[in-house]
């Protein structure tokens, strides 16, 4: 079974650039979500997509980040303008069970930013 | 909503020697808890979890932890480490009703030496 894909692994920008993470869900998973993990710390929420519908968005700056899942597959995460703050790996996740709490996510190995 | 509290960042530790890295948690309501690790340039693993039932859970690769209501804690323990345990390994907790989000500590870094 293939995991979750993302792309890009790496990514450096300067501040106020703009930047896209593109996330591959395991096939059939209904449940898609977004992390920041800043380092030194554990991972955070952004953002939980239920198929193409958003459940949880409480802890995305909206100002400047959004995110969107294509037909309930594929999902694009985006930042602009980037700040300093941003540098970060972003992780996503999926699930097959509907609710999230947990039980059984599978997550990918994430996107490594640097903002300059 | 809950958190979680992973009292050490880093725990150094002979290779063979048993190792306790601790969690704690708040939450008003019931919960599920959970043991991730993340080797390097990896993404988080389930290593084990506790929705219900028995206290003492079994994870992979040798590892358990015990649920302790009364002192709200979810350690994670094992009898003999090996150099290929070297990784982070984070604890996270999430409410039992709803959409209930994961909530993540801030991780302890196990380093196993020979």
């Known amino acids: 079974e293939a995991g979750v894909a993302q792309s890009p692994r790496y990514k450096i920008i300067e501040k106020r650039q703009s930047v896209a993470f593109w996330c591959n869900p395991i096939s059939g998973h209904a449940t898609l979500y977004w992390y920041q993990q800043i380092l030194g710390q554990g991972p955070k929420l952004l953002i939980q997509?239920?198929?193409?519908?958003?459940?949880?968005d409480s802890q995305l700056p909206k100002d400047r980040f959004s995110a969107e899942r294509l037909k309930g597959v594929d999902s694009t995460l985006k930042i602009q303008p980037a700040k300093l703050e941003d540098s970060a790996v972003y992780l996503c996740?999926?699930?097959?069970?509907?609710?999230?709490?947990?039980?059984?996510?599978?997550f990918g190995s994430g996107t490594q930013l640097s903002v300059l | 909503a809950q958190s979680v509290t992973q009292l050490d960042s880093q725990v150094p530790v002979f290779e063979e020697a048993p190792v306790e890295l601790r969690c704690n948690y708040s939450s008003s309501v019931s919960v599920y808890l959970f043991w991730y690790v993340q080797y390097p340039n990896q993404g988080l693993q389930l290593l084990l979890k506790?929705?219900?039932?028995?206290?003492l859970v079994k994870g992979i690769n040798g590892f358990e932890a015990e649920f302790n209501k009364s002192q709200t804690s979810f350690h994670l323990r094992k009898p003999s480490v090996h150099i290929s345990d070297t990784a982070e390994y984070f604890c996270a907790v999430s409410g039992v009703t709803g959409f209930q989000k994961l909530v993540f500590g801030t991780g302890t870094r196990l380093l196993v030496s020979p």
């Open positions: 996740a999926s699930s097959p069970k509907i609710g999230g709490r947990g039980e059984k996510l599978f």
């Open positions: 506790y929705l219900s039932g028995s206290t």
């Open positions: 997509f239920q198929n193409n519908g958003v459940v949880d």
